[in-house]
């Protein structure tokens, strides 16, 4: 028996034996086996019984399967009671083998320009064998293997006569000539196989005239004739231009503009045309760097310009000091400190950017589009009711100007100081704060600062008169420079209408969906609230935000964050106003104690302006332009003496932080590892009274935190995905360089077994759940949780029952739960008597209203079901420790208790009460105060093996959840025993009573 060509590791058709008995007597059978060399290359199978009747056949069913390139032979033996036996079959077979086949042999690509691909060469590679070709990799090596580079469409195996393309181009990175090879490795003979590749390089060149630029002395503000520079292709090959920008000190002085196209041909010329406006007196210097593929890249023309200006203060009256430096011009009044009539000079054209009539706001808008609101001023929660005075310091190259509100002993508890810094040439203003708590003074705390900007409307009127609003909104779910602009509206006084359901807050200004289009797709609810709780950000994102106009912008910037409250997650607004301290949104307040002398600074600030160029053509420029002022800002405080002299430290005073810290849970994704430094024994989201500074860890647990001001700190960490925090007191950081090392972070896992669950993801956010994100998986900015909450959980009735396994938290676990739910309580959403049809009118589902009259309750009031989760456990967890953990750690809290049940086992629930609550649900967003507690049961309340567990949430409040997580194990999560003192401990004692054991320290 033959067997034709057979690929190695595959099976051939079988062939068949026939095996009669040619006998009058029963043939017994005692054997059919495989014998021979290569019987293990063989295989057969058969129906042929222990005894085989007279005249009777069976079959016997040969395969082949070769497992090597060699021919094969065997016998299959038939052993049975009659002569002759046993018989035999011979049996043999050969293999089919690839073969590669590559044409051609070689390639040759022209002279290329050094930065430019060249455009494909083929090679076809050909399974010229009878046998699938295996490909085990396709590269390229030798000496300039990094000039080449190849693609194909070559599968891993090459099916016999197939053939595939390898395309190869040629990009030289330097002159003369390169070589390389394609190198193929497969399981055909010769392998591997190859195909020479050669190429050389041909290189442009890059002439500049005049090699350098000088802009004679103007005013500061305006913008000097242009000056030309012609760029040339002196090479052999095109020059390719990957970039014309503005470097250097003063580069955004200077404006450039080209006709110069991607790439030049040889002996082609374009022209690069600069300007200069200068923003402050003296001398400006920068570059033309032009980035190409000639060589000396990049080439650069020195840019050089001097200005003057005039910086000048003028006592008007008791009330009006005019106050100007070139670019600014305004009038502040010191008895309140406030500035009016501020007129900015941009491109050579004023603008007042702020209502010139005289007298005080008269209500709060965060867009400035409220009637009468048009100072700059400042205002905090704490209160000073003595003498006002103003005083000014100025030097030449700045004024500091100032009021101080004094306090009055027995009466109020601080005094309040309030600065405006104008830099000589700056478009824009320097502001801090000062609270003076002394000796006399009693204990006193306050919980909110802001500096308010109400610009004229026609100071940022687009074209159509509208204005347009940017809070550039970054954050971890939002990465990079993200605009938050709302849509051009046309200002009329309806927005301010008193009719019931039109006022949204006394504080606030939204928009119906008439203007932005149905948001929500709910029935019942077509509106979005859009107002200044729309507009927030994580402080460790937020570098500047503000407002564009047709022609001009204005921008508050953060220089620096260390004069702020709660760390590095603490929100802010980002409307019109820059906001530095309040208890929103998570944060506690700044507070004295009965005799304390302390000074609080708060600051510096600032507030810039900026307008549409020839180098600033977007919105996203300006933006960039405006935080690019940050470093600038930092050095000039450096010089600031008044400044100083209030606190302020200088940046050769400060310190640097360099740590290291093991962990088994670093992220690859920097941003995730973040490092803190805050308040000494204090949880770092209720630092509020000394400095704060951030950094973030590499994979390797290594951080430097610089410019840090001297002083006893508390390091704290997390990291995003990981549960648990760590944090170590009483670290003292010098004037120099401070080095800690031996700190370790043990991700907060309670059992070394794998959890037997998770929902949610450790981030200290709700983003993750149903409508805590947009379709682009942003943080929602909007007031789902408050206008929509009903239609938040339509889809089950109220009752949320989430099955560990198969349920989605996209789809099945709502970002927030309520309990008692009462729409009339915020914003005043819900209204009875509300008979407007613009969106703002209540509709209650019809499972609403129902559930309400079995429970006897009102509409407004009821709450639906509480939350469950359901699961199945193993034999093999059950088996896991004697206690069940289940972690739950909350984005959020806003008041009330949460009580936890497994099973319904015990008598009572386990009922926990946050350490302090935050308001997100009511300020649009899905992350605030962070608490974190962990539920200790014992095992014996699960139920068997395989059998449904439940889970009961039940709140009386409104809670976000950031992640939850049960685990199985034989260690309590007593906080005195993992040393982990963080986290709230809730177990049940040996009476089947609760007790919770509040963290010693978070």
Wanted: glycine share 8%; net charge negative; charged share 10%.
């Amino acid at each position: 028996m033959t067997f034709s060509a057979q690929p190695v590791g595959t099976t051939s058709a079988a062939q068949t034996v026939t095996l009669t008995n040619s006998g009058s007597a029963p043939l017994n059978l005692t054997s059919i086996a495989l014998s021979g060399s290569n019987a293990a290359e063989f295989s057969q199978t058969n129906n042929c019984a222990a005894s085989l009747a007279a005249a009777a056949t069976c079959t016997i069913n040969v395969g082949f399967s070769p497992t090597a390139s060699a021919a094969a032979t065997a016998s299959v033996s038939i052993a049975y009671n009659a002569i002759g036996s046993p018989q035999t079959v011979t049996l043999s077979g050969t293999v089919a083998l690839p073969a590669t086949t590559l044409s051609p042999t070689t390639l040759t690509f022209t002279p290329q320009a050094v930065g430019t691909t060249s455009a494909a060469q083929t090679i076809t590679l050909t399974n010229s064998g009878a046998a699938p070709l295996t490909l085990t990799s396709i590269g390229i090596t030798g000496t300039n293997s990094a000039e080449f580079s190849e693609t194909s469409t070559c599968a891993n195996t090459l099916a016999a006569s197939a053939s595939c393309s390898i395309n190869v181009t040629f990009a030289p990175t330097a002159s003369g000539s390169a070589v390389a090879s394609i190198s193929i490795a497969d399981n055909a003979s010769g392998s591997p196989q190859s195909v020479s590749l050669s190429g050389s390089a041909a290189m442009s060149g890059a002439s500049l005239s005049p090699v350098t630029l000088a802009f004679a002395s103007q005013p500061v503000g305006v913008t000097s004739a242009a000056q030309a520079v012609t760029l040339t292709d002196s090479g052999a090959a095109p020059l390719t231009l990957t970039g014309i920008t503005l470097t250097g000190t003063n580069a955004s002085e200077f404006t450039q503009t080209n006709n110069c196209p991607a790439t030049l041909a040889v002996s082609a010329s374009c022209t690069i045309t600069v300007a200069f406006t200068a923003i402050a007196a003296g001398s400006a210097s920068a570059s033309i760097s032009i980035t190409d593929n000639a060589s000396g890249s990049p080439q650069n023309v020195p840019l050089n310009g001097t200005a003057t200006t005039l910086l000048s203060l003028t006592k008007v009256s008791s009330t009006e000091w005019d106050i100007a430096n070139g670019p600014l011009a305004f009038q502040f009044n010191p008895t309140n400190f406030s500035i009016a009539n501020l007129k900015v000079t941009l491109n050579g054209v004023t603008t007042n950017f702020l209502d010139a009539t005289a007298g005080s706001p008269v209500g709060y808008s965060p867009f400035g589009h409220t009637i009468g609101l048009y100072n700059l001023y400042s205002e905090t929660g704490a209160t000073a009711t003595g003498a006002t005075t103003a005083n000014y310091v100025q030097t030449a190259n700045y004024i500091d100007v100032w009021t101080l509100k004094s306090n009055i002993v027995g009466t109020d508890p601080l005094a309040v100081e309030n600065h405006w810094i104008i830099r000589l040439g700056d478009p824009g203003l320097h502001f801090y704060q000062v609270l003076r708590h002394t000796a006399a003074d009693g204990v006193t705390s306050f919980g909110a600062a802001t500096t308010n900007f109400f610009p004229s409307l026609n100071s940022i009127a687009q074209a159509d008169g509208s204005t347009l609003y940017y809070a550039y909104n970054i954050g971890p779910n939002n990465p990079g420079v993200t605009n938050e602009g709302f849509p051009p509206y046309a200002f009329t006084q309806s927005i301010l209408a008193t009719g019931p359901g039109r006022q949204v807050q006394a504080e606030t200004v939204d928009y119906t969906a008439t203007i932005l289009g149905t948001h929500l797709t709910s029935p019942g609810l077509d509106r979005e609230f859009i107002t200044k709780y729309n507009y927030s950000t994580y402080e460790q994102y937020h570098v500047a935000h503000g407002a564009v106009g047709a022609q001009n912008a204005f921008w508050w910037v953060v220089p620096s964050h260390e004069t702020m409250i709660g760390g590095p997650t603490k929100q802010y607004l980002t409307t019109v106003q820059l906001e530095y301290e309040s208890a929103h949104l998570g944060g506690t307040n700044v507070s004295w104690t009965a005799g304390e002398v302390n000074n609080r600074l708060f600051g510096p600030y600032y507030l810039h302006f900026n307008a549409f160029n020839a180098v600033n053509t977007t919105n996203d420029s300006l933006y960039a332009e405006a935080a690019s002022t940050q470093p600038g800002c930092l050095s000039f405080y450096d010089t600031e003496s008044t400044l100083i002299n209030n606190g302020y430290t200088p940046s050769s005073g400060r310190g640097t932080l360099q740590a290291t810290i093991a962990s088994t849970g670093w992220s690859s994704s920097p941003t995730n590892n973040v490092v803190m430094l805050t308040d000494n024994n204090t949880y770092f989201q209720e630092s509020s009274n000394g400095y704060q500074y951030w950094g973030y860890a590499d994979a390797n647990g290594n951080v430097t935190i610089p410019n840090v001001v001297p002083g006893t700190y508390r390091l704290s960490s997390y990291i995003l995905g990981q549960w648990g925090l760590y944090h170590q007191d009483n670290v003292v950081i010098g004037s120099g360089t401070t080095t800690l090392t031996g700190l370790t972070f043990q991700p907060r896992n309670f059992s070394t077994y794998p959890p037997i669950w998770q929902i949610g993801i450790p981030d200290r956010s709700a983003h993750e759940f149903m409508n805590g994100h947009d379709a682009n998986g942003r943080d929602v900015r909007d007031y789902l949780a408050i206008g929509n909450y009903w239609q938040l959980l339509a889809p089950n009735s109220g009752k949320v029952v989430y099955t560990v396994g198969t349920s989605d938290i996209n789809t099945s676990w709502p970002f927030i739960q309520y309990k008692n739910f009462n729409p009339n309580l915020y914003a005043g959403i819900y209204n009875s008597s509300d008979t407007t049809d613009d969106g703002y009118k209540y509709i209650t589902p019809a499972y609403v209203t129902a559930a309400a009259a079995a429970a006897g309750t009102t509409t407004a009031l009821y709450g639906g079901a509480n939350w469950e989760i359901h699961f199945t456990t193993t034999a093999a967890q059950l088996a896991q420790g004697s206690y069940v953990l289940i972690s739950i750690n909350m984005a959020a809290t806003d008041y009330g208790s949460l009580q936890v049940r497994l099973n319904g086992k015990h008598k009572n629930y386990l009922l926990w009460y946050p350490l302090l609550n935050s308001d997100p649900d009511v300020r649009s967003g899905v992350a605030g105060y962070n608490n974190y507690v962990v539920f200790q049961f014992n095992t014996t309340d699960l139920n068997a093996a395989g059998a449904d567990n439940v889970v009961t949430l039940y709140n009386t409040g409104a809670y976000m959840y950031d992640a939850l997580k049960m685990e199985i194990g034989p260690n309590s999560a007593n906080p005195a025993t993992t040393g982990w003192p963080e986290y709230d401990w809730m177990y049940y004692n040996a009476s089947d009573n609760y007790t919770q054991q509040s963290a010693s320290a978070p």
